[in-house]
């Protein structure tokens, strides 16, 4: 069985280098009050989608992962990858991490969360989500994905 698969388009290259190297970039910043608002923030974004708001969801996401994919498309991907694991229980995160300079993605201040989830049939997923910080708009969710714990 093929397990669908998420994904905005620079998060699996932002993943890679992330999960595999030092962070060049990371500057002298509370990470502990960055992480905790990008967390907040993405635990939201993630709870419309729970809710079943898929259109909200775009909207509520940072300019750049608009900009990635449409709307339409949006709904169908969600969809498509969540929908064998519905419903979405209980998140921890498992990692966070914070950067300025993401690979194929513009400068900014970015977190990468993961999430371990529970879902239907006793299973797992792991959650990655990317808020960044989106301007005046605080932060907002730029990429996401959604796979199954092997």
Known sequence: MTVP???IPFVASFLAVLCSTA???QTPVDTAATVAAAEQAAQ?????IDKGDIAKSWDE?????????T??????????ARGPFEPFGARRRIMARYT????NAPPGKYV???FNTNVSRGRHVVET??????GKRGWRVSGYWVRLEQ
């Open 5 to 7: 698969s998420l994904r």
């Open 129 to 134: 989500v990317v808020p960044v910080l989106d």
């Open 23 to 25: 962070l060049v970039g």
């Open 44 to 48: 939201a974004w993630l709870a419309i």
């Open 100 to 103: 300025t300079e993401p690979p």
């Open 112 to 114: 990468l969360l993961q």
């Open 71 to 80: 709307q339409e498309k949006w709904e169908q991907a969600v969809k498509s």
């Open 61 to 69: 996401a940072a300019v750049a992962f608009q900009l990635a994919v």
